[in-house]
């Protein structure tokens, strides 16, 4: 039996054994799917050309009104003590908000137009757990886990279906947040590209290892077995594929931009090395986290303010330079903001509405969304303005030229961050 | 070789009558005592298995249950910073050497308690206790990263461990007081009239209900039961009434001068409790949630019970469900089941904090975990990059692949962009011409190696690697014992001993193919191979590399 004729096999009794299971099954390997796709079907004209966004994640629930402050809203002040910004803090934005004061680089940038600040947002009935609230933010959808795929995953489907390359999503970062959860375009994720490598001693047991990732799955004993054992070849085969290019990118990627010294530079640098290299990564994810600040929440956040500003300011300076630079965006995100009063031990508890911050070259740059009511609160939390969605949504639509419903299953109101 | 579990359960079968059929349609053989030794313990050993079968499930279940090693637990001391006092008397040169010295201390001291737990997981006197104690490590969370002292955080391990098999009653009212859980969860600051909701949230939504059974208000009430609930500068628990909200609250409908045992006495009165905990632990041992009704059933069987895990668990593990096709062999091993079941497979005496170490570098630090949920089990541990790593560690555990050639990025820089990524048989590198300059090189490598960070890891790795630490294998004299000459025979008892599922016919068949194609490179025929001298061993080593490698052993 040749190899073809074996492909054709194992797809056929992967096709039976799909039946067979149900919805129980994980999906097959891209190996399998990559078999179907090569040559003439790779598309060249894919929706939103080369493009690329950077989801920048802020882990715990970043406080929003230490981020933009409202020191012109005197109830700010009432409610906040050890965790107030002062008005002479804070670098103005307008006469009722200011960013933090360690946003420096954020504030210079905002000054060129090249940031965009959406204020407010959340969504209805909101979810004060950070594991369930994060759910909803990473499908894009109330229902969390239950109704599928993370909303990253979503938009391969809809918008790259046929892209099969595993860099199309790649996480800089131990865990890849649910958001790429996907069974089609599963992502790539890698802590430090230096030992992103399977360490062979020598070439034929290279040769046996990148084998294993093609082994047939008959005759095995468990159903459930199988269907992990092709999920896991999937993973160890796009693996195999990326390593070698991912290393290189990033080892060859020079650049006169110091990054900061910290985990969120280096990813941010990682992330500038797979655009400059073109890859063909549309969705680069990092994260920063610590934000669930409930005790002396003064000093550790501002500190979080210092290393996001230092990173997102060396990025977007690198990006000014480079032709690249103009095929990406950034957006910054948490689970929730926390609540408006302190509580009693000058830090805040988990609240709802915050602002989005994204960023690129070809943003529209300024305030979008409402600023929350700080007296119209909802159970003592900021209610949101603007659905989060309606951010997704405008990525989706203006950025990438996708139909947002045919991910988020809803139609959203299009915010003007983004020129249409 | 026995063990001390096979050798027990050898001499019980000896006293008893075998029972047939006790567990429903299933006809005990190797494979269901080996999915039992995989989720109940770090693996099965040598031996254990043919043990099992000869005892039957019952009598095997009953020794995991209820048989207890009498280990002695590391020396422990509240160990306290020293005070604004002791500085104040001395040189600037001292305070920084007094500073040292208790920081030192403290890493010592947690160091020793890690090494002591996974030396208990890798030994398997206790395996079953140990499963279950890092259950609840999971479950009922604290991070050394947040506590940032290593008495409470040890003294909380101790408290898991003694209760692990005992009963969930009990691991809820005394994690409710457990010093190091109430530092993670900023209860210290948790005031009458200032509440801070952080442990109470927690309590409700990850500790034992289940996001939906409760309220805001719950939420807000709870926090004022558990105001004045704090941990002492010594590490200890401590109430101070001051502190406490004594009026009247309501939480999930009960109205009272509720404290912080008043409130875990009506949370274990909630019917989604023992749901939530019954999902949790089956989750946890099966790695699929259990169906509705069965939940009902498991959820009947705490509350009847008064939460007790030992019959639990004996009914689980006496379940056909338990053993049905969507569970068996279907459950990704996590770091510390890879790196601890690898180091009983293999038996090369790595020294513990190896072991801790090389979990820890693919994600799963004991004592550390990421939040408050524990860890997330399943497929979430291996991602690309993951499951190359546990790869080199397996390389790094058989003493084939070295630290420095796991960051060694020499085959970036000698090669051009379009050359296949493979050295030579000779392990050089061959091919197109650098297209870096020197300096570009240069400042690669320096950057790459930068990007090395979590460096405990690496460095207790290379540590150990210093000291002179090799592993203590000889699969060559272990065949020899066992009688196994050919190819087929070889691969076949390399795969059985060093996977913990059936492998299936194609990849016996490759790894076959790698194990003669090696064979006839050294002139030897078929069924001598053993006899072919030191170059042997080496090639061995790299067929378990290879093995421990695949996707099979990343599940049990």
């Known amino acids: ?420 | 070789m026995l063990n001390s579990l096979a050798l027990a359960l050898l001499i019980a079968v000896g006293a008893s009558t075998p029972v047939s059929d006790p567990i429903p349609g299933v006809t005990w053989n190797a494979r269901h005592v080996e999915h039992l030794l995989n989720r109940a313990t770090f693996g099965a050993r040598p031996g254990e298995i043919e043990a099992g079968v000869a005892a039957g499930p019952e009598l095997l279940i009953d020794r995991l249950l209820n048989e207890r090693a009498d280990i002695e637990e590391p020396f422990i001391e509240p160990l306290t910073e020293p005070s604004a006092r002791a500085y104040k008397e001395l040189s600037t040169d001292e305070q920084k050497l007094l500073k040292r010295d208790y920081a030192e201390r403290e890493r010592r001291q947690q160091l020793e308690c890690i090494g002591w737990w996974v030396d208990r997981m890798v030994k398997g006197d206790d395996p079953l206790l140990d499963r279950m104690t890092l259950f609840w490590h999971g479950l009922l969370t604290s991070s050394t990263e947040q506590v940032n002292r290593s008495y409470p955080m040890v003294e909380q391990h101790r408290f898991l461990r003694r209760n692990a098999l005992g009963s969930y009653s009990d691991l809820l009212y005394g994690i409710a007081k457990d010093p190091a859980m109430l530092l993670f969860l900023n209860n210290n600051s948790n005031r009458k009239g200032n509440p801070n909701e952080n442990f109470a949230r927690e309590l409700l939504e990850l500790f034992s209900l289940g996001i939906g059974n409760y309220t805001e208000t719950d939420i807000k009430e709870a926090a004022r039961a558990l105001t004045g609930r704090g941990s002492s500068r010594d590490g200890k628990f401590e109430f101070r009434a001051g502190q406490h909200d004594g009026g009247v609250k309501t939480v999930l409908g009960t109205t009272g001068k509720l404290d912080g045992d008043g409130l875990v006495k009506v949370i274990l009165q909630q019917e989604a409790c023992p749901r939530y905990i019954a999902r949790r632990i089956i989750t946890y041992l099966e790695g699929v949630a259990p169906e509705t009704a069965r939940l009902d059933d498991y959820a009947a069987c705490l509350r009847a019970n008064e939460f007790q895990i030992k019959p639990f668990l004996r009914k689980l593990f006496l379940d056909p469900e338990f053993y049905r096709d969507e569970v068996i062999g279907a459950r990704v091993q996590g770091p510390i089941d890879y790196m601890v079941g690898m180091t009983r497979r293999l038996g090369n005496q790595a020294p513990p904090l190896v072991v801790a170490s090389g979990a820890a570098l693919l994600g799963q630090r004991v004592l550390a975990p990421p939040n408050v949920k524990g860890w997330d089990e399943g497929l979430s541990w291996i991602s690309t990059s993951t499951f190359m790593q546990r790869g080199n560690l397996a390389g790094l555990m058989l003493g084939i692949v070295r630290i420095d050639d796991v960051l060694n990025q020499a085959d970036l820089l000698a090669r051009n962009n379009d050359a296949p990524m493979e050295p030579a048989s000779d392990g050089s590198m061959q091919g197109g011409e650098p297209m870096m300059t020197s300096e570009q090189k240069e400042a690669m490598a320096k950057r790459l190696r930068s990007g090395v960070k979590g460096g405990f890891a690496y460095d207790a790795l290379r540590r150990a690697q210093e000291a002179g630490w090799t592993p203590s294998i000889n699969f060559t004299a272990r065949l020899q014992r066992q009688g196994v000459t050919s190819d087929a025979a070889i691969v076949d008892r390399m795969l059985d001993d060093l996977l913990a599922i059936h492998a299936g016919e194609e990849t016996r068949a490759q790894m076959l193919a790698f194990l003669t194609n090696e064979r006839v490179q050294l002139s030897v025929r078929d069924g001598k191979l053993l006899e072919g001298g030191p170059a042997v061993e080496r090639i061995l080593r790299r067929l378990a590399h290879v093995i421990l490698s695949l996707p099979e052993a990343q599940l049990m």
């Not at chain 1, 655009?275 to 550790?300: K, Y």
């Open chain 1, 1 to 420: 039996m040749n190899h073809d004729q074996q492909g054709i096999d194992r797809r056929a009794l992967l096709a039976g054994s799909l039946g067979a299971l149900g919805g129980m099954i994980v999906l097959g390997s891209r190996a399998q799917a990559r078999v179907r796709l090569s040559g003439p079907l790779e598309e060249r004209s894919a929706p939103g050309g080369t493009r690329t966004l950077v989801l920048l994640q802020l882990t715990g629930g970043n406080d929003g009104l230490s981020m933009v402050v409202p020191f012109g809203d005197d109830v700010y002040g009432a409610s906040r003590a050890a965790t107030r910004i002062g008005a002479n803090e804070v670098l103005k934005l307008d006469g009722y908000r200011g960013l933090h004061p360690a946003l420096k680089g954020l504030r210079a940038l905002y000054g060129e137009g090249r940031v965009a600040l959406v204020e407010g947002c959340g969504y209805p009935n909101p979810i004060r757990s950070h594991f369930q609230s994060f759910e909803v933010w990473h499908t894009g959808n109330l229902g969390g886990r239950n109704s599928g795929d993370g909303w990253v995953g979503k938009l391969c489907d809809a918008a790259w279906p046929k892209d099969k390359s595993p860099e199309l999503v790649v996480h800089v970062g131990a865990t890849a947040p649910y958001a790429l959860y996907s069974m089609s375009h599963p992502p790539l994720a890698f802590r430090t590209p230096a030992t992103y490598r399977w360490v062979g001693v020598e070439s034929d047991d290279l040769k046996a290892y990148r084998k294993a990732a093609e082994a047939d799955m008959r005759k095995l004993e468990s159903s459930g077995q199988e269907a992990m054992l092709r999920r896991l070849r999937g993973i160890l085969d796009d693996a195999n594929e990326s390593s070698a290019k991912v290393r290189r990118a990033v080892g060859r990627f020079t650049t006169t931009i110091p990054y900061p010294d910290d985990d969120l530079g280096e990813a941010m640098r990682v992330a500038a090395s797979l655009v400059d290299a073109r890859l063909g990564s549309r969705v680069v994810s990092v994260e920063l986290s610590g934000f669930d600040t409930h005790e002396n929440q003064r000093g550790p956040h501002d500190t979080l303010m210092r290393r996001l500003d230092a990173s997102l300011a060396a990025f977007m300076a690198d990006m000014k330079a480079r032709s690249a630079g103009d095929e990406v965006i950034v957006a910054v995100f948490s689970e929730f903001g926390r609540r408006v009063k302190e509580n009693g031990s000058r830090g805040t508890d988990h609240g709802v509405a915050a602002p989005m911050i994204v960023l690129g070259n070809k943003v529209k740059g300024g305030l979008h969304g409402k600023h929350p009511s700080l007296t119209e609160l909802d159970s003592g939390d900021l209610a949101s303005t603007t659905d989060f969605r309606s951010v997704y949504g405008t990525i989706i639509d203006r950025w990438f030229g996708v139909d947002h419903t045919l991910v988020l299953g809803a139609k959203y109101p299009t915010l003007e961050f983004l020129p249409a």
